[in-house]
């Protein structure tokens, strides 16, 4: 076995000797076939990988690299090692220094702890650890729920004015506008917005009467809201802006909905029998008006022409005493004449004459009203 030092591949340990024993090679490896390369062992390739590795690492090889009395030890560091170690470390420490911030985001960069700056969109140097960020969404809407149905607590439940209970469901849309203020100034800002929205509106509902709310007001009471909640958060310095304020649901708790809007009902009818009694007695009314204008201007009428007729009478009397004191006889046989046509004008007229002997006869019936009314027409 002692002659047997050949190479790693366990073969031609005797060079030149031409009388190898090839049955003492089964320490390094086994006899090959006369007409094909050395087969090596496994155990061969894996020492052999063991010694690339190790070269690779910046140790020795069987021959050099290693000194004499050493036995097999691990790798060495070299200047090569350590380069690609520092490159390693350097990529790491740019990847965590530099960041993306998006169009629709802001980024707030702290030194040590502290305030430094806003970072704008586009790309972003912070030199990791000294300065840190924090990326924050300012465009995005969010919302935030508070009523009985949306966010299932009793946040919804609020007293009126006229110390009714109402059931509110709304929803508080916002979003970021200063993000410094909104880090530093609010601990919890969701939480914070919910409790200044919860609180403004059980302000507003306490000065208002249930009816308006549940009918007319809720726009106006929308509007007022966000007013409310946006200057309580300014007060704040919260860097939050309110978008606007979706009013959903007012409605009387769930336990006495049934009979409120039995109520509800009976008023509504209430109004509507009220307002057919307006409209009847308005009619009545403008007629009755109607009627009295009528009666007061044919009384203003018939007052107007007996006055009329009464002057003009006065006046003809005045003219016929001027002629009567002028000539009484004359005016007295006049009047007499116009006085008797007037009665006997329209009267029919039947002549009785008396006969010779004295005694009372019939004359021939002169028909003197047709012989008038013939005249009358042929003057026509």
């Not at 030149?16 to 006369?34: F, I, T």
């Not at 090596?40 to 090889?61: F, S, T």
């Not at 308006?212 to 909640?229: Q, Y």
């Amino acid at each position: 076995m002692a002659g047997n030092n050949g190479g790693p591949w366990g073969g031609g340990g005797n060079n030149g000797s031409g009388g190898g024993d090839d049955d003492n090679r089964g320490s390094g490896g086994r006899k090959p076939n006369n007409d094909g390369p050395n087969i090596p062992e496994i155990d061969e390739l894996v020492n052999k990988g063991r010694e690339q590795l190790r070269v690779l690492m910046g140790g020795g090889g069987n021959g050099g690299g290693r000194s004499s009395g050493s036995g097999g030890g691990g790798p060495q560091l070299t200047r090569g090692t350590v380069g690609l170690g520092i490159l390693a470390a350097l990529g790491l420490w740019l990847y965590a220094s530099f960041y993306t911030v998006r169009p629709e985001e802001r980024s707030v960069e702290l030194f040590l702890g502290e305030f430094l700056e806003v970072g704008e969109s586009g790309l972003n140097f912070a030199p990791w650890p000294v300065v840190t960020r924090e990326v924050l969404a300012v465009t995005t809407e969010r919302n935030i729920d508070i009523g009985v149905s949306r966010s299932g607590s009793d946040a919804g439940l609020m007293l009126t004015g006229d110390e009714n209970i109402v059931d509110i469901d709304f929803q508080v849309v916002w979003n970021i506008t200063d993000p410094q203020l909104y880090l530093f100034n609010l601990a919890n800002p969701p939480q914070t917005i919910e409790a200044v929205a919860e609180s403004a509106m059980r302000e507003i509902i306490s000065q208002s009467e249930l009816a308006p709310i549940l009918n007319r007001d809720r726009g106006a009471i929308a509007d007022r809201l966000a007013d409310l909640i946006q200057s309580t958060l300014d007060s704040y310095d919260s860097g939050v802006n309110i978008i606007r304020v979706n009013f959903d649901k007012a409605d009387p708790p769930e336990p006495v909905i049934a009979s409120f809007r039995a109520v509800q009902d009976a008023e509504q009818e209430r109004d509507r029998v009220q307002n057919v009694a307006d409209a009847y007695a308005n009619q009545v009314v403008a007629e009755a008006r109607g009627e009295a204008a009528q009666i007061l201007e044919q009384a203003e009428g018939y007052r107007a022409r007996v006055v009329n007729e009464a002057t003009g009478e006065a006046s003809r009397f005045s003219a016929v005493l001027a002629e009567y004191e002028k000539a009484p006889e004359v005016t007295r046989k006049r009047l007499y004449l116009e006085t008797m046509e007037g009665v006997l004008g329209g009267v029919d007229i039947i002549l009785l004459d008396e006969n010779e002997g004295g005694g009372q006869g019939v004359v021939p019936y002169l028909p003197l009203n047709e012989l008038r009314r013939n005249t009358t027409e042929g003057t026509n």
